[in-house]
């Protein structure tokens, strides 16, 4: 896999919001390079390399603020959705503490949030698409109750005590070891 390095800006503020103390303070304790540009008014740049610890504190402080009306995401001095950065930003996070790299399956497609992830490998993922890597098979075990296994030898439920059980419901249809069901009689 060829490393991009990529550098996502996040401006902010100002807000009057309540919880506005708390971005600026994650802004400048987290991994990005924070400044005051105006009063208020704050960019933090996230440069995205191996480590995980920079795509979880751009992840944190998206969380805080990308729905403020005054805040815009930059890669390249082109605006990105924050909210696909902030997507992107917690999967990376996940992809490198859990496997060094992204692990992620295309098997259904390629996600949005993948077109700023500079860990996305674009052969590995058309390869996915095209089937080359197809999902493991899934194994689906279904197991009768007590109850379905009395019915389908014959009997009816009972308690340990050999009466009939107070928790047994009728089944919507009957089994085929009942017979035909009794037919409707003409009112008359």
């Known amino acids: 896999m060829v490393w991009v390095e990529r550098l996502l800006?996040?401006?902010?503020?100002?807000?009057?919001?309540?919880?506005?103390?708390?971005?600026v303070a994650e802004a400048q304790s987290g991994a990005g390079e924070c400044s005051e540009l105006e009063p208020d008014r704050y960019r933090t740049s996230f440069r995205l390399t191996e480590e995980a610890a920079v795509y979880t504190a751009l992840a944190r402080l998206l969380e805080r603020v990308r729905h403020w009306r005054a805040t815009e995401v930059y890669e390249d001095g082109q605006l990105v959705s924050s909210f696909l950065a902030k997507e992107m930003a917690w999967c990376a996070s996940f992809q490198l503490g859990s496997f060094r790299g992204c692990r992620f399956r295309f098997y259904w497609g390629i996600i949005p949030r993948c077109s700023l992830c500079p860990l996305f490998d674009a052969e590995r993922a058309i390869r996915d698409v095209l089937g080359e890597n197809p999902p493991p098979g899934i194994v689906f075990e279904i197991t009768f109750g007590p109850n379905l296994r009395a019915l389908m030898q014959g009997e009816l439920p009972t308690t340990s005590e050999g009466e009939l059980d107070p928790d047994w419901e009728l089944p919507d249809y009957p089994p085929e070891g009942w017979g035909e069901p009794a037919r409707e009689q003409p009112p008359g």
């Open 9 to 23: 800006t996040v401006e902010f503020g100002p807000s009057r919001s309540k919880r506005f103390g708390r971005a």
